[in-house]
């Protein structure tokens, strides 16, 4: 139940953060999105603790950052 709790809080917040971001630059809607996803993967896989959406969610963040740059 505690982990079941713990997803929809994450899966609220993430959405709750794509709300605004019609304004934003692509990388910068990649690093939310790649945040949400991670926050609630990280949920997951740690059974809800707080440490571990908190470190799956800058891993996303990272990642989302990182793969929308600009290829030259």
């Not at 910068?28 to 999105?33: G, L, V």
């Not at 945040?35 to 996303?60: K, Q, R």
Request: hydrophobic share 40%.
């Amino acid at each position: 139940m505690n982990t079941t709790r713990s997803l929809a809080i994450a899966t609220l917040a993430a959405t709750a953060a794509l709300a605004g971001c019609s304004g934003m630059s692509t990388q910068q809607r990649d690093t939310a999105i790649g945040a949400g996803i991670g926050g609630v993967a990280g949920s997951v896989l740690t059974g809800g603790s707080t440490a571990g959406t908190i470190g799956g969610a800058a891993v996303g963040g990272v990642i989302g950052h990182e793969t929308s740059k600009d290829k030259k």
